[in-house]
Every structure is written in C-alpha cells, then in structure tokens.
C-alpha cells in the first residue's frame, strides 16, 4: 500500500490491530478505561504498538529493541503516517491529542483538565529548578505559555502537527529572529570550534563553541545582553497587557506539502482556563478570533525592536569600553548523545 494515499478509513484499523497486540482485552473495555490505557502505557506496549505499526505502514519489521531507532530513521511523509497512527493508540479526547512531553512518572496528560492546570504546573516545576541552581534567583510571575509546547491531534479526522503557544511569547519569538539576523547585520559574525568542542564527557558530548565577529566579540556580546534584557522586559510588559483582555484564541495554519501544521495561540491565563484537553478543538473554537490585529502588532513591535538595536549598537560604538570584562559565570554544556536525534 502507497502510505501517500493513506486515509483515515486505512489508519484506523491499523490502529485497532495494533491496540489488540498491547492488550487482547482493550475492546473489551469502557471508553474510559480504553483512553486511560491510551495516556498511560507502559513502555513494553507502547514498543508493541510501535513495531506493529511500523510493519503494517512502512513494511519495517524490527524486535522491540529495535522499534525507537527504526521510528527515528522513517521520512516524511511516511513518518507523518506513523504518527497519525500512533494518535489513535496514544492520544486522548475528542481530538486524540498527544503532546510530546515527559510527564513525571505516574502521571499522564489525563491528570490535567485545563491548559491551565498543565501549564502552570510546568511553571512551578521550571521556578523550583531555576531556584536549585540558582540560590538567588528572584522568580518571575507565571503568565501563560512563555515556553511553547508541541504536540499532534486530529482535526476533521486529519493528522496534524501544533504547537500550543500565547500571544506575548509568539511575538517575542518572531522579534527574536529578526532580531538575530539584524544584530548579525550589525556586527557580523559566526560561530567557531572551541578546543573542548566534541570532547566525550560523562553523558554525552561537550558543547563548546565561540563567536568570532572579527575583533568586536566584547562589543557583540554587549549588545547581545541588552537584546536579551529588552526581550525580557518586552515579554512581560506583552503578557501583562493581554492579561487584562477578554478570552481570546488565534488558530494560524502553518503547514507544508508534507508537515501539516497548526498554531494554537492564546492570549492569557484565563483563556487557558477555560480550554479542556479533552475537548480542546470545540473548546478553542467558543473563543476563536482572527489573528490580523496581532499582525498588525508584530509590524510595530519590529520597528520598535529595531529601533532599539541602532540606538544601543551606536552607543556601544560610541561608549562601551571592551576592556571591560564583565562577570559571568562559566558554563560547561554537554549534550546528551540523542540530543540531535530529536532534531531530524
């Protein structure tokens, strides 16, 4: 079977097939039952299911050892095929949706109502992580979504990736782009290998790479930190400001030929409130609205960004003593040896 003609009607029963192989009783079971079975398997069935569905999808036979490395190694679009599949033996709710996060051990996408619940936990668990390594980290006020998370779900019972973000962070990260590429218009520059870069150190492999910008280093490194401050401040002025606004939800379609895709925007905590897992697609749509203001927005805040950019890159020229080395503490990054496996 050619997977680019793959359709619902053909995903489904490859996927009641493969929920058979992880337990013969599922159909057996309530609806409840079944979906708590789907959020939270262990990882011998979800292997299980895997090894089934890539036989059945890619003609892939493989032993259970072997499932996560063929998965890593399938294409578009075949691989969006799988995933599709995968939705309706892992996924929850009306729109078997599945983020791709590690949840703590015995808890499950289904220990949390609301985007809200989720999302503000994540908070708390980022606050008290920050507070470990850093005894004098202040803390910041929670505000919604200002990491974005990813994840999949049916929509009119086609596969599509998303991404689950709030309007302050999506502006911030667009700026953010533009402003990187400004800055290296600025004072070009590029990144080099240290003498440690690749270096095997215990759980992985050392990161050390540097920026060359042709003598200018301590000035690009000074603007770089006030671009970050700025980015800071914009962000939290941004999620103060839609925190006062009514429930709003901003539904963009991102997709390619081959990587359907959506964004789900929302504007501040009380929307998230409002928005169950569940029933996120029917909730989302009570508070839908057309995302064009918020463009109209991101052209100003741009402008604003830019703005900012030549007056600190000219005070800087102008000012700044390179000879000065500000503190900062050193880092060592290492990355753990499937870190780039996730990228691709």
């Known amino acids: 079977m050619e997977t680019t003609s793959f359709k619902i009607s053909e995903i489904k029963p490859i996927a009641r097939r493969a929920l058979m192989i992880a337990d013969s009783h599922y159909f057996a079971w309530n609806a409840r039952r079944q979906e708590l079975f789907r959020a939270g398997m262990d990882e011998s069935r979800r292997k299980k299911i895997r090894r089934a569905l890539l036989a059945a999808i890619v003609d892939v036979n493989c032993t259970l050892e072997e499932v996560d490395l063929e998965w890593s190694e399938i294409a578009q679009p075949e691989v969006n095929f799988l995933n599709w599949a995968v939705l309706l033996t892992e996924g929850i709710g009306d729109d078997?949706?599945?983020?791709?996060?590690?949840?703590?051990?015995?808890?499950?996408?289904l220990d949390f109502e609301t985007l809200y619940d989720f999302d503000y936990d994540d908070y708390l668990f980022q606050e008290q992580a920050r507070r470990q390594s850093f005894p004098d980290y202040a803390g910041i006020e929670y505000f919604a979504f200002k990491h974005?998370?990813?994840?999949?779900?049916?929509?009119?019972e086609n596969f599509f990736y998303a991404t689950f973000t709030s309007?302050?962070?999506?502006?911030?990260d667009d700026i953010e782009e533009v402003g990187r590429e400004y800055i290296d218009q600025l004072i070009p520059?590029?990144?080099?290998?240290?003498?440690?870069?690749?270096?095997q150190e215990k759980g992985g492999m050392r990161w050390d790479m540097r920026e060359d910008a042709n003598g200018m280093e301590a000035q690009l490194g000074e603007l770089q930190m006030r671009w970050g401050d700025f980015l800071q401040e914009r962000w939290l002025q941004m999620s103060r400001f839609f925190a006062q606004q009514k429930p709003t939800v901003y539904i963009?379609?991102?997709?390619?030929?081959?990587?359907?895709?959506?964004?789900?925007?929302?504007?501040n905590e009380t929307t998230l409130k409002k928005i169950r897992w569940r029933h996120f697609l029917s909730d989302c749509q009570l508070y839908n609205a057309d995302y064009v203001e918020i463009e109209k927005q991101l052209g100003q805040e741009v402008s604003e960004a830019r703005q900012f950019l030549d007056d600190n890159y000219r005070d800087?020229?102008?000012?700044?003593?390179?000879?000065?080395?500000?503190f900062q503490q050193k880092k060592k990054i290492i990355l753990a040896e499937s870190f780039f496996d996730d990228w691709f």
């Open 148 to 156: 974005p998370f990813w994840g999949r779900l049916l929509i009119d």
């Open 316 to 326: 800087i020229i102008k000012n700044f003593d390179p000879k000065i080395v500000k």
């Open 96 to 109: 078997y949706i599945f983020l791709n996060e590690t949840f703590a051990e015995g808890k499950t996408l």
């Open 189 to 199: 520059h590029h990144l080099v290998e240290g003498k440690h870069h690749g270096e």
């Open 252 to 267: 963009l379609d991102d997709s390619l030929d081959d990587d359907p895709h959506r964004f789900f925007i929302f504007n």
């Open 167 to 172: 309007v302050a962070t999506l502006l911030i």
